[in-house]
Every structure is written in C-alpha cells, then in structure tokens.
C-alpha cells in the first residue's frame, strides 16, 4: 500500500542552526502539507503546497520557515535558524486532489537543544 | 476563530464495551470532517464525512456527521486491546486540517 514517508524519524539539533525534513508523498498525490504537532498538544496546520506554490500558510510559518519541491518526488520543509519552541513532532501529509482524504507520514521528531 | 472540540478527553474501557466519541466544530467554510486514529506517531485516516446523516462504517467503527448541528460522532462497538489510541476529529477548512485535542481511548482486557 502506498504510504508517505519522512525522512530523518528524529533529528537532535542545536538552536540557531538549519535543518531540513524530507518527504516523499505518494505518488500520484498533488496537494502537499505540513503540520506539526508540539508534545501534549494539538495537531497544528503549518502550509499547503500545490501546483508547485504555496496555497495556504498559518501564522506559525514565518520567514523563518520555507517548502520546496526540488524534484518529481520529494517535498521538503527548512527551518533556517531553529528556536526551542520549534521543538516538535513534524509530520508531512499528501492527498490525491480536491475532497480525498490526506495521508500522513510517521513523522520526524525534532529536537532543538 | 475556527476550533474543534473533542470530548470526552479520555475515556478508560474493558474490552467488549461499546464507546462513543464526540465531535463538535464552529468552522467557517466547512468542507469534510475526517476521524484519524493516532497510536504512535502518523495519524492513520478511518472517515471522511462530507454529507448530514450519512453513516460511514468500517468493521465495529462507524461514524455520522451532523451539519445543522455541527457535530459528528464515532463510535467504536466490542472495543479490543488494539482500540487503545488517541482519536482526532479534524475539519477541513478551505485547504487545511483544524484538529481538536483528540480523545484518549484505554481499553484494558
């Protein structure tokens, strides 16, 4: 069964560096999306992508974050300069077009120290 | 401001009970409502409902959504040890999901 996967499953990071999590959604997919969720808390929208641009984006998404889809495959969210407050499970969602359901990864556990 | 709401917060059952989980949404340009089931890590999808009292169901799951009212439910009949997860209720908003809190189910033999 085609699923979504994300790669690293946990990242350690030190605060004020970059770090990039990967994405492959499934493949015939055409909406990509964020989310993250801090521990003990709500699953939070972060953005959309599709068509390759940005459709929606929360107020969680500053400059400081960016998405890009550098190839037919993969999808990718970077964090520029990490915060503790940044410290959180970060999952990666596609579906297939417009009222399907959307598909999560297992998720990537950053932890900003 | 749009929000979801998932009640009980937890919910403590013996295997064989029959549990239901509430919904209950104030979201502008509602699209669909989907019922995720969340045990380790990915939230893993059970529904999407779209349409009022239309019931969807899968195995002892099953789930109804209420559009004048602005609420679903799920309910899961003869619960098993394999229930036990956290269940979010999320509402799809133009292109985003808003989840609630989710419901923590404990099922013990």
């Known amino acids: 069964e085609p699923e979504v996967t994300q790669t690293p499953s946990h990242q350690v990071t030190q605060m004020g560096q970059e770090v990039i999590l990967r994405c492959v959604p499934i493949?015939?997919?055409?909406?990509f999306y964020w989310y993250r969720q801090i521990l003990g808390q709500k699953v939070e929208f972060l953005v959309s992508?599709?068509?390759?641009?940005?459709?929606?984006k929360s107020e969680i998404f500053d400059d400081q974050f960016s998405v890009e889809r550098p190839d037919g495959s993969n999808f990718t969210l970077k964090i520029r300069s990490t915060k503790l407050e940044d410290s959180a499970m970060y999952f990666c969602?596609?579906?297939?077009?417009?009222?399907?359901?959307?598909?999560f990864g297992q998720g990537t556990r950053l932890t900003v120290v | 401001e749009d929000k979801v709401v998932q009640s009980p917060l937890s919910l403590v059952v013996h295997e064989g009970d029959t549990v239901t989980l509430n919904c209950s949404y104030e979201v502008t340009n509602f699209r669909s409502l989907l019922w995720y089931k969340q045990e380790k890590k990915a939230p893993t999808f059970l529904f999407m409902l779209?349409?009022?009292?239309i019931e969807k169901k899968s195995g002892r799951l099953s789930s109804i959504l209420d559009k004048k009212e602005l609420f679903s439910i799920l309910n899961i009949t003869a619960t098993q040890t394999g229930d036990s997860a956290v269940y979010l209720c999320?509402?799809?908003?133009?292109?985003?999901?808003?989840f609630g809190t989710g419901t923590r189910l404990q099922v013990f033999p």
């Open positions: 779209t349409s009022s009292g």
């Open positions: 992508f599709y068509n390759n641009e940005i459709s929606e």
């Open positions: 969602a596609s579906r297939r077009q417009v009222n399907t359901e959307a598909f």
């Open positions: 493949s015939n997919h055409l909406y």
């Open positions: 999320a509402v799809r908003n133009t292109d985003k999901l808003i």
